[in-house]
């Protein structure tokens, strides 16, 4: 039975740092060898959990956590996700979707639709955007699936992939 755990940036337990990074590595156990950008995720542990809002749910089968999504809101106005639309809402709050991640062995058993909408039902934004890899289709038809739409693509770092910018309305 998979139970649903919230977290908030300050109710962290000890060992959620580690938590995370065990996931990341049982989830991208092939590309931590050769892909440096992959191999900066603790950084981006750091950032994200040190930002105000930051929101996590992670999935447990009994005792071991076997996925998580986390967040936070983004600051208003400096939202990145604007310079992709030609219209964009004036006064729309948005929540940063970062990450998704699931280990392999529970893949395939919507999990991952799970953890997505107990991150985003009932946040107060009216905006969720994320960041997707396009050399992984599947991933980008499931967020469209839950609701996103690409509305242009973004290289956040020199040494990370070009991704498809996705945008949901919350609200």
């Given amino acids: 039975m998979i139970e649903l755990r919230h977290y908030q940036k300050d109710s962290l337990p000890e060992g959620f740092r580690q938590l995370l990074l065990n996931v990341h590595a049982d989830a991208y156990a092939a590309e931590l060898v050769e892909d440096e950008f992959v191999q900066r995720f603790p950084w981006f542990v750091d950032h994200w959990t040190s930002l105000n809002g930051f929101t ?16 936070a ?24 979707f970062s990450e998704l991640m699931v280990r392999p062995a529970w893949r395939g058993k919507g999990l991952s639709a799970q953890l ?56």
């Fill in 56 to 71: 996590c749910v992670v999935a447990y089968d009994g005792s071991e956590p076997v996925g998580f999504a986390y967040g």
């Fill in 73 to 96: 809101p983004l600051t208003t106005g400096r939202e990145w996700w604007r310079e992709h639309i030609v219209n964009p809402p004036e006064r729309c709050t948005t929540f940063g």
């Fill in 116 to 171: 997505q909408t107990a991150l985003i039902d009932n946040r107060p934004e009216g905006l969720a955007v994320l960041l997707v890899d396009p050399d992984h289709p599947k991933v980008q038809s499931l967020y469209e699936s839950w609701g996103y739409s690409r509305v242009g693509f973004r290289q956040p770092f020199p040494d990370s992939p070009r991704f498809a910018v996705m945008v949901r309305t919350l609200r």
